[in-house]
C-alpha cells in the first residue's frame, strides 16, 4: 500500500531547516553544475541565519526539495534550449509566529493550465521515461502531508512556476 509507507511518524526529529537548504543549495550547485554553466542559470538561496526549528525527517524533506528544484532546473533548460533569456531558479524563506513558508521559483517554461490540477497525482508525470527521476510530486505532496505541512503551486505558461511549501515550525 503506497500510503502507509511515508507516515512513519517516530523518524521525525527536532532539526533546523536552515542547514537542510543550505545542503540542498550545496546540491544543487554541484548536481546542475555542467546547466548551470551551460545555460548562464541564475541560482539564488535567500534563507535566514536564524535556526528555523521543525520537526521532520531531513532525508525526505532534502528528496522533496531536490525534486522540486530538479523540476526548476528542468523548466529553464528546456526553455533556454529554444530561445535566448536569463534562466533563475530562487528559493525563498519566510516565517510566520507558526509556520516556515519556503518559496521555489523558477522562470522556465511554466505549467499546462490544463494539467496544474493533476500534478500532484498519482504517476502524473509530463516527463518521458528517461527524463523523470526522483520523488515527483505525488510523494511530494504525500511527503509534505505527513510533516503537518501544505504544498502548492502558481504557474503561468511560460512565465514562471512557484512551489509554496509551508512547515509548522516547533
Do not use: C, W
Amino acid at each position: 500500500d503506497l500510503h502507509s509507507f511515508p507516515t512513519r511518524r517516530s523518524s521525525d526529529l527536532e532539526m533546523d531547516l536552515v542547514p537542510l537548504l543550505r545542503q540542498d543549495e550545496a546540491m544543487l550547485n554541484k548536481y546542475y553544475a555542467d546547466d548551470i554553466r551551460q545555460y548562464g542559470i541564475k541560482t539564488k538561496f535567500d534563507i535566514p541565519q536564524a535556526a528555523i526549528a521543525i520537526s521532520g525527517n531531513a532525508d525526505q524533506l532534502s528528496k522533496t526539495m531536490m525534486s522540486i528544484l530538479a523540476n526548476a532546473v528542468y523548466a529553464v533548460v528546456k526553455k533556454a534550449q529554444r530561445e535566448q533569456y536569463q534562466p533563475e531558479i530562487t528559493v525563498s524563506v519566510n516565517t510566520n509566529d507558526a509556520t516556515a513558508i519556503i518559496s521555489i521559483r523558477d522562470n522556465g517554461i511554466g505549467i499546462e493550465p490544463t494539467i496544474i490540477n493533476k500534478i500532484f497525482d498519482p504517476f502524473f508525470t509530463t516527463k518521458t521515461t528517461g527524463e523523470a527521476a526522483g520523488v515527483g510530486l505525488y510523494l511530494s505532496h504525500e511527503i509534505i502531508q505527513n510533516h503537518h505541512g501544505t504544498i502548492s503551486v502558481k504557474s503561468e505558461k511560460n512565465v514562471y512556476t512557484e512551489f509554496i511549501i509551508t512547515l509548522p515550525i516547533s
